[in-house]
T-cell receptor, first 113, second 115 residues
Framework: DQQVKQNSPSLSVQEGRISILNCDYT??????FLWYKKYPAEGPTFLIS?????DKNEDGRFTVFLNKSAKHLSLHIVPSQPGDSAVYFC????????????FGIGTKLQVIP | DAGVIQSPRHEVTEMGQEVTLRCKPI?????LFWYRQTMMRGLELLIY????????DSGMPEDRFSAKMPNASFSTLKIQPSEPRDSAVYFC?????????????FGPGTRLTVL
């Protein structure tokens, strides 16, 4: 049972446009959310996170939005660059177990020059 | 810092053989995690350690899987006997308690193929 769901296996976006990656979760105990980026033949690297006390967190071109009532979060990349082409993993953890992080299956983003 | 180091990077073995994957975490990190990545299930947490002590091994799929952390700078994940369905990429990650945004640092992974 996937507690963190990334329903879009892939996404293609033109360079300079906005990329929106979506993630849904089912476990209401989750209160901390993360996005990781992964290039081929490398391990995932941390990108951005958000606590459930917030609904938005921004870091440069990357913004994560959290809608707790819908159990939904999204990652916006503006503007998208070819170097952003990678697999993006959504992840979540719960209070009292922050070390245990549940990941989605990932969304492959391709930014077309 | 060299980051998290994993060896080997690729492993091809035959069904029934023992496989040992190795990990050296970032110096000073007090948490170590083992994950498995497959197309169908994404990244799954297998087990994690805190200060060399196993804390949660509920993700270990079967008794064929075992993990150890004899000291702060080394951990192994062993599969005995291996089966074709164990084929996957295995990642090791480490983390400093109270680190930025609950960030884990991942190694490059070991791609395991069991024939």
């Amino acid at each position: 049972d996937q507690q963190v769901k990334q329903n879009s296996p892939s996404l293609s976006v033109q360079e300079g446009r906005i990329s929106i990656l979506n993630c849904d979760y089912t476990n209401s105990m989750f209160d901390y959310f993360l996005w990781y980026k992964k290039y081929p033949a490398e391990g995932p690297t941390f990108l951005i996170s958000i606590s459930s006390i917030k609904d938005k967190n921004e870091d440069g071109r990357f913004t994560v939005f959290l809608n707790k009532s819908a159990k939904h979060l999204s990652l916006h990349i503006v503007p998208s660059q070819p170097g952003d082409s990678a697999v993006y993993f959504c992840a979540a953890s719960a209070s009292g177990g922050y070390q245990k992080v549940t990941f989605g299956i990932g969304t492959k983003l391709q930014v077309i020059p | 810092d060299a980051g998290v180091i994993q060896s080997p990077r690729h492993e091809v073995t035959e069904m029934g053989q023992e496989v040992t994957l190795r990990c050296k975490p970032i110096s000073g990190h007090d948490y170590l995690f083992w994950y498995r990545q497959t197309m169908m299930r994404g990244l799954e947490l297998l087990i994690y350690f805190n200060n060399n002590v196993p804390i949660d091994d509920s993700g270990m799929p079967e008794d064929r899987f075992s993990a150890k952390m004899p000291n702060a700078s080394f951990s192994t994940l062993k599969i005995q006997p291996s089966e074709p369905r164990d084929s996957a990429v295995y990642f090791c990650a480490s983390k400093l308690a109270g680190g930025r945004g609950n960030e884990q640092f991942f190694g490059p992974g070991t791609r395991l193929t069991v024939l």
